[in-house]
């Protein structure tokens, strides 16, 4: 994991990890339920995890196939969390497979919701600055 390969990495992704607690902490005291500063916390405990892991990207071709990784995976979580849903009704009389199902239905939720738009947003914004400098390094 490129993320952790050498001691300058290892402490940028510290450093992110532990603005994505802060972040995720405060949203969580906010509260999220039709709380603006709480969703855009939120939000931004997400943008952290993902620079997290992609901070030592340099190419455009690594960000593109984020954004199509994250619009793929917005689409997949989004199904995921529909059906997670429906099978839970289904499974109403079975206290702990219901719990389960619910469950996994909520990540499927925030994972389509936060996780996913998190990193189109920073694989977009990556993309420009690798064109942008790319473009530059070439003239």
Known sequence: MQALATPRDRTRTLIFLAICGAAA???ALVGLSDNPPGILLALAAAVALVLAY???????????RLLLASVLGILLFAVLHNVF??????????????????GLGV????????LW????????????????RNRRRST
Do not use: C, K, Y
């Not at 849903?85 to 619910?102: C, R, T």
């Not at 947003?121 to 600055?129: G, P, T």
């Open 107 to 114: 990540v499927a939720f925030l994972l389509a919701t936060l």
């Open 25 to 27: 902490g405060a949203a």
């Open 85 to 102: 849903e429906a099978l839970a009704g289904m499974a109403e009389h079975i206290a702990v497979l219901h719990g389960l199902l619910e």
């Open 54 to 64: 992609v901070h030592p990207w340099r190419t455009p071709r690594q960000f593109g």
């Open 117 to 132: 738009p998190a990193a189109i947003l920073v694989s977009v914004v990556a993309l420009v600055v690798a064109l942008i």
